[in-house]
């Protein structure tokens, strides 16, 4: 077994679309970042990396790289996926916290939920996806933000004859 642990903030700005666990989020703000800047996809693939000793998303996706550009954060969890099983590892389970002020997450929480799960080939019941508030406090509280954990568990697969 091996356990991992993600964060990642990124700033809300206008005129970009609001994009959390692959799924898109009605609201008048979106989330800055070269890529799609879904910190929940974010945070995973930096607890999938670090379960597996792998480094992190910066370093395999620098920002400074114009292939990255807009990139759809799902593909670049792909990408981390397949390390993840390359070195024969297979998802326990997930757990993740986005934590932002706006919008109320409650109607969207299953729709992240399904589609974490449908990303990496999991039943949903392995995925868990909590929301709250900053309480008002700094850049989150004051809308400026969202932020997201994913802490996940790997399971070393048994290979034939084990
Ligand atoms: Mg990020």
Known sequence: MRIGIGYDIHRLVKGRD????GVKIPYEKGL?????AD???????????GAASKGDIGELFPDTDPKYKDV?????????YALIKDKG???NNIDTIIIAEEPKFTPFK??????I??????PADRVGVKAKTNEGLGGIGKKGAIA??????????????D
């Not at 800055?32 to 799609?36: A, L, N, R, T």
């Not at 299953?110 to 589609?115: F, S, T």
């Not at 799960?117 to 999991?122: K, V």
């Open 89 to 91: 590892y297979v998802i």
């Open 110 to 115: 299953k729709q992240i939920q399904q589609n």
């Open 117 to 122: 799960a449908r990303l990496l080939n999991i």
């Open 32 to 36: 800055e970042g070269h890529s799609d």
């Open 148 to 161: 997201s954990y994913a802490a996940v568990l790997l399971e070393l697969k048994k290979k034939k004859g």
């Open 72 to 80: 759809k954060s799902a593909e670049l969890l792909e990408k981390v």
């Open 18 to 21: 609001l994009i959390l666990g």
């Open 39 to 49: 910190v929940v996809l974010h945070a995973i693939s930096d607890a999938l990396l």
